[in-house]
């Protein structure tokens, strides 16, 4: 089993910036794309960015792309997400994920281990 924390969001003027972290445990050597993603109220969950285990390759939604960036430490089994010129529309709860997959991965289904989630408020 992997766990995974979440931690860094909060309330954010629109344009600032935030940085969310993940932090990973347990058998961590079974985790190789990670995954972040966000949940709106009333909204489907849906995807952010991954990035895969080397930590080379990124894919974002069009929706962040240029705002969000993914990075990953794995030795310290942490991978962040610093966000950028936000926007009220970024809004939601985030979510950390761990993939068995090895390369980049940006269905949720194919996501085997999950965060508890945190909130990020961005005021306008």
């Known amino acids: 089993q992997v766990q995974l924390v979440e931690s860094g969001g909060g309330l954010v003027q629109a344009g600032g910036s935030l940085r969310l972290s993940c932090a990973a445990s347990g058998r961590t050597s079974s985790m190789y794309a990670m995954g972040w993603f966000r949940q709106a109220p009333g909204k489907e969950r849906e995807f952010v960015g991954t990035?895969?285990?080397?930590?080379?390759?990124?894919y974002y939604a069009d929706s962040v792309k240029g705002r969000f960036t993914i990075s990953r430490d794995n030795a310290k089994n942490t991978v962040h997400l610093q966000m950028n010129s936000l926007k009220a529309e970024d809004t939601a709860v985030y979510y950390c994920?761990?993939?068995?997959?090895?390369?980049?991965?940006?269905?949720?289904?194919?996501?085997?281990?999950w965060g508890q989630g945190t909130q990020v408020t961005v005021s306008s």
């Open positions: 990035i895969d285990r080397s930590g080379i390759n990124t």
């Open positions: 994920a761990a993939s068995t997959s090895w390369g980049t991965v940006t269905v949720g289904n194919e996501y085997s281990y």
